[in-house]
């Protein structure tokens, strides 16, 4: 490889070795400092206003568990525009590899090409099931497609090719997939995958930038010297003669931070712009690391890596050309409201149902919820990041009246440029969070409250079931459970009950003859498209 080859090469891996573990470090500080804040206490004083209450003239209607219609089990493939503004730049690019790859400078046989092209369109598949919302099959059908396909091709050069020509292509198909398998499996780790499509192209690009710049000033002390020449003023000073090795260091790592730290707030500024989000930015990491792998391999010309940046640029033209022209056009007013309850100590649990839920749901409107310790990883993202860094996460959180009103003001409405809403985390203490409820309430389309493991020991949830009766209707709320907590909750139908029996006249839920409490049962993954077919089903 030439010069420029090597050091984006080297910047790639750079980018992909780093960006795990800083991420991962950054998440967990993040996460400790969060959890230190949510389980605080300040001097605060929750006025809560009191309503009267009165007898509910009509009696508890009980609990309706609610069953999926055979007709309605199942889940759609979401935005086909958003899909669209992914796949065709996607396509593209796939299309420009083969070419530069492949396919200049000579004739190639006709199955030999197709099968190249399956094998470089590989990433697609990630584009798929990145943007698939969860609980569809569609994925898994395509992948069996997919293989097959590789199979008969195989199979085909068997007969017609020599066993040499065969495990070459098995060896041009392995590394036209090895990048993808990186970002499949990025994808699956909840602790890294909303921060490190953040630091992977920051650590890229500050890399690349300071392998060339040191390369190519390496054997010329003067050019170091005019370079550096503040640097080296400081160094005399210190009586510090001669560019050494730690000096050589030390000056890179300074440059290294600095292109951090200017990246990191680029990115944020972008992100908060609504121009990019982890989804955009973890299919853009993935296609430059695909374009960078393949085109800077041993085989290829000096030319190769000027086709890498070509395709990057042209994929990212295209793709932002047709995100602006496939995008919505909505206003405040035309989003779906999503407000997420549940019982704080499921954990992992909480963490998955809530990525099903949401994966479905961003594609339409945006998610309300009060953050806790329990989807921290899930939702952290490089603003939050960086204010942290900062010194500032305390005024994300609503320790006071002002900071309440503030974050409530501040919740994001509208979609990013590919469509797709966003997760509004509302960070409470021990002290605010029954205020922030109140304020979270009104408004909201649809109320999904997980209640499974939930007993009377969960005071927070008493009192968010008390108040969304008072003051919700109830058509507009799904709770959920699992066999478990149905067949033994005795718990959840007598709070639900106490709840109902004394009622604020004012209640959209006073007198009701309608009302139904609804409680979906969900024991595992299965059970989603009925719970997402019920979610949706009083939109």
Same mark, same amino acid.
């Given at each position: ?71 309605? $089990?199942?889940? !759609? #493939? ?19 590899? %083969?070419?530069?790859? !492949? ?20 990433? #697609? ?16 059908? *395509? *992948? ?36 993808? *398998? ?13 921060? $490190?499509? +953040? ?21 010329? @002390? ?11 003023? +400081? ?90 022209? /496939? ?8 989003? @779906?409201? *999503?407000?997420?309850?549940?019982? +704080? ?16 749901? /961003? ?5 309300? %919820? ?95 079931? @008390? @108040? ?30 106490? $709840? ?40």
């Amino acid at each position: 490889m030439n010069t420029l080859n090597g050091a984006t090469f080297m910047s790639l891996v750079v980018g992909l070795i780093l960006a795990i573990p800083l991420s991962l470090v950054v998440t967990r500080l993040f996460k400790k400092k969060v959890e230190k804040l949510i389980n605080s206490e300040n001097d605060f004083n929750e006025i809560l206003s009191e309503p009267t209450l009165l007898v509910n003239p009509i009696p508890f209607p009980g609990i309706t568990k609610l069953t999926t219609p055979v007709s309605h $089990a199942h889940t !759609y #493939l979401g935005k086909t525009k958003t899909y669209l503004s992914h796949f065709i730049p996607g396509l593209l690019v796939c299309f420009m590899i %083969l070419y530069s790859n !492949y396919l200049q400078g000579g004739s190639i046989v006709m199955m030999t090409a197709f099968y190249l092209f399956l094998c470089v369109c590989f990433p #697609l598949l990630f584009v798929t099931y990145t943007l698939k919302p969860s609980g569809n099959d569609f994925f898994g059908k *395509l *992948l069996k497609i997919y293989f097959l396909l590789h199979i008969m091709f195989i199979v085909y050069f068997l007969f017609r090719s020599k066993p040499s020509d065969v495990f070459g292509i098995l060896y041009l198909f392995l590394m036209n997939i090895g990048p993808t *398998l990186i970002f499949f499996w990025l994808n699956s780790r909840t602790t890294i995958k909303a921060i $490190a499509p +953040f630091m992977f192209p920051v650590i890229f690009i500050g890399s690349l930038f300071i392998m060339l710049g040191v390369t190519l000033l390496m054997g010329n @002390q003067a050019a170091l010297e005019n370079v550096f020449n503040t640097f080296f003023v +400081f160094l005399d000073a210190l009586n510090i003669h001669g560019l050494t090795n730690v000096t050589l260091y030390s000056v890179v790592f300074i440059l290294f931070m600095g292109f951090a730290i200017l990246g990191l707030l680029l990115l944020r500024g972008t992100y908060n712009s609504k121009n990019i989000n982890g989804q955009i930015l973890l299919i853009d990491c993935l296609w430059l690391t695909q374009v960078i792998f393949m085109t800077s391999m041993p085989y290829n010309d000096h030319r190769a890596i000027t086709y890498a940046f070509l395709i990057l640029l042209v994929y990212k033209i295209v793709q932002l050309v047709m995100m602006k022209l /496939l995008g919505q056009n909505a206003h405040a007013g035309s989003h @779906q409201q *999503l407000l997420v309850l549940r019982v +704080f100590s499921l954990g992992k649990e909480s963490e998955k149902l809530f990525g099903y839920v949401a994966s479905n749901w /961003l594609s339409k409107g945006y998610i309300k %919820l009060i953050a806790g310790f329990d989807l921290t990883n899930s939702l952290v993202d490089i603003d939050d990041l960086l204010t942290y860094l900062s010194g500032g996460i305390r005024k994300r959180f609503c320790l006071s009246e002002t900071l309440i009103i503030e974050n409530v003001n501040k919740i994001d409405k509208l979609p990013d440029i590919d469509g797709r809403y966003r997760v509004n985390e509302m960070y409470c203490n021990n002290s605010t969070w029954k205020t922030v409820l109140d304020k979270l309430l009104p408004g909201t389309n649809r109320i999904l409250m997980d209640l499974r493991g939930f007993s009377a020991a969960n005071k927070g949830c008493i009192h968010e079931i @008390q @108040q969304i009766i008072y003051s919700v209707p109830m058509e507009k709320v799904l709770f959920v459970s699992d066999s478990k907590g149905l067949q033994h909750g005795a718990d959840m139908y007598t709070i639900m009950k106490i $709840a109902w029996e004394t009622i604020p006249a004012s209640s959209p839920n006073y007198a009701n003859t309608e009302t139904v409490f609804c409680v979906f049962e969900y024991n595992n993954k299965k059970d989603l498209p009925g719970l997402l077919y019920h979610l949706s089903s009083f939109e």
